[in-house]
């Protein structure tokens, strides 16, 4: 058995532990709303293509590079989406274990597959297994500012319509976790390339007005199109951003309830220590008193 | 008529204005309410939003515009 000031030892150290993870659990939250108000920012942006998109296509059938799917798809790339920093529990690695299992999918379909990596974490995940990572970006992941998603979805666009055609990956994916609200976030896989657009039928084309489209449709898609992907990609890191801190704070939270727990043990056994050791001393003096009682 | 102005930073003007000028890309242009439906593409410059006697400006790098039904929208890059 350890001895009283042993206990007392590991008591001060886990009660300092403590204070670190409520903060970084208190840092958390305050990222939360962080993460959320470049959410709401986003939106209006979103919005407008979104709802130009949509409008254009319920009247006419569009016909662009991005959006047509190619024949015979052989080269896929996959871009993952996770932390920059630890303490999230478990939310790089499923998000690294999702995208394994995606990677494994497309090679069975004899795809080549090219992994773009935005987050320290995973980006170090890959490098020390020594596979190639195409790209790369790191810092920012819990608040992902617009520059980020632009230079990610240009990076993705240019080696989608890469003029060697032979090279040009057929399809985008991305793998990134969906913020649900704060206590449920799931991975999610979406094909961001070729762009599928829905279209809203119930409204029908009535209601869509008739657009006068200047200098011509190609080029009013050249500029939609790409701008929709990049606010889709800034979206995704937007709602990766708030899983991580939510995940965070929620890890933290645990690992501060697990030192209070540990820390009521550790005083319970200093506690029995410290009787154990006044009783061995009471018997002692009782013992010898006894002895010297006896001798008189 | 509605106009909103946004970049994917957030909302850079929302609101009623009477006359509004856009870097269209092939020269500025002047929208009145009442005009027909257009998509076009926006180039460099500025977009000029009248409300009353005041005017705001704001600097773009590149965008484009919708208009439907006295609704303006416009999506813009804004220069760093």
Redesign the interface.
């Given at each position: 058995m350890a001895t009283v000031q042993q206990y007392k030892e590991r008591i001060a150290s886990t009660s300092s532990l403590k204070k670190i993870f409520k903060a970084q659990e208190l840092i958390a939250a305050s990222r939360i709303s962080k993460a959320r108000g470049f959410a709401e920012?986003?939106r209006?942006?979103a919005e407008?293509?979104t709802?130009?998109l949509t409008?254009?296509a319920a009247h006419i059938d569009i016909e662009h590079p991005l959006i047509t799917p190619r024949e015979k798809p052989t080269r896929a790339a996959v871009l993952v989406v996770a932390a920059d920093r630890g303490m999230a529990g478990a939310y790089t690695v499923q998000v690294i274990r999702a995208a394994g299992e995606l990677i494994a999918r497309l090679q069975q379909e004899n795809k080549s597959v090219e992994i773009f990596a935005a987050g320290r974490r995973v980006v170090s995940y890959y490098k020390f297994r020594g596979i190639e990572v195409s790209g790369e970006w790191e810092g920012d992941s819990d608040a992902p500012h617009?520059?980020l998603?632009?230079e990610i979805a240009d990076k993705l666009v240019a080696r989608y319509l890469d003029e060697n055609a032979d090279n040009a990956v057929d399809e985008v994916y991305i793998v990134y976790t969906n913020f649900i609200n704060m206590v449920s976030q799931k991975v999610k896989i979406v094909r961001m390339l070729p762009i599928e657009i829905v279209k809203d039928d119930e409204n029908g084309s009535a209601t869509h007005?008739?657009?006068?489209?200047?200098?011509d449709v190609g080029?009013?898609l050249?500029?939609?199109l790409p701008?929709y992907f990049?606010?889709r990609v800034?979206q995704c890191l937007l709602d990766a951003a708030a899983s991580e801190t939510a995940s965070r704070q929620r890890a933290m939270h645990t690992a501060t309830e697990n030192a209070e727990d540990l820390i009521k043990t550790l005083t319970v056994k200093s506690n029995q220590a410290r009787q154990a050791k006044i009783t061995s001393e009471l018997s002692e003096i009782v013992g010898s008193a006894d002895a010297l009682a006896k001798k008189a | 008529m509605q106009v909103s102005l946004a970049s994917q930073n957030g909302v850079l003007f929302s609101g009623n204005a009477d006359f509004v000028v856009v870097p269209q890309y092939n020269g500025p242009l002047g929208i009145l309410p009442n005009h027909e439906p257009l998509l076009t593409t926006l180039k460099q410059g500025e977009v000029r939003i009248v409300v009353g006697e005041t005017e705001q400006k704001f600097g773009i790098s590149s965008g484009f515009l919708s208009i439907y039904r006295n609704e303006i929208e416009v999506a813009v890059d804004v220069p760093h």
């Amino acid at each position: 058995m350890a001895t009283v000031q042993q206990y007392k030892e590991r008591i001060a150290s886990t009660s300092s532990l403590k204070k670190i993870f409520k903060a970084q659990e208190l840092i958390a939250a305050s990222r939360i709303s962080k993460a959320r108000g470049f959410a709401e920012n986003a939106r209006p942006f979103a919005e407008t293509v979104t709802k130009a998109l949509t409008s254009l296509a319920a009247h006419i059938d569009i016909e662009h590079p991005l959006i047509t799917p190619r024949e015979k798809p052989t080269r896929a790339a996959v871009l993952v989406v996770a932390a920059d920093r630890g303490m999230a529990g478990a939310y790089t690695v499923q998000v690294i274990r999702a995208a394994g299992e995606l990677i494994a999918r497309l090679q069975q379909e004899n795809k080549s597959v090219e992994i773009f990596a935005a987050g320290r974490r995973v980006v170090s995940y890959y490098k020390f297994r020594g596979i190639e990572v195409s790209g790369e970006w790191e810092g920012d992941s819990d608040a992902p500012h617009p520059e980020l998603a632009t230079e990610i979805a240009d990076k993705l666009v240019a080696r989608y319509l890469d003029e060697n055609a032979d090279n040009a990956v057929d399809e985008v994916y991305i793998v990134y976790t969906n913020f649900i609200n704060m206590v449920s976030q799931k991975v999610k896989i979406v094909r961001m390339l070729p762009i599928e657009i829905v279209k809203d039928d119930e409204n029908g084309s009535a209601t869509h007005p008739l657009y006068t489209f200047e200098p011509d449709v190609g080029t009013v898609l050249d500029a939609l199109l790409p701008r929709y992907f990049r606010s889709r990609v800034h979206q995704c890191l937007l709602d990766a951003a708030a899983s991580e801190t939510a995940s965070r704070q929620r890890a933290m939270h645990t690992a501060t309830e697990n030192a209070e727990d540990l820390i009521k043990t550790l005083t319970v056994k200093s506690n029995q220590a410290r009787q154990a050791k006044i009783t061995s001393e009471l018997s002692e003096i009782v013992g010898s008193a006894d002895a010297l009682a006896k001798k008189a | 008529m509605q106009v909103s102005l946004a970049s994917q930073n957030g909302v850079l003007f929302s609101g009623n204005a009477d006359f509004v000028v856009v870097p269209q890309y092939n020269g500025p242009l002047g929208i009145l309410p009442n005009h027909e439906p257009l998509l076009t593409t926006l180039k460099q410059g500025e977009v000029r939003i009248v409300v009353g006697e005041t005017e705001q400006k704001f600097g773009i790098s590149s965008g484009f515009l919708s208009i439907y039904r006295n609704e303006i929208e416009v999506a813009v890059d804004v220069p760093h």
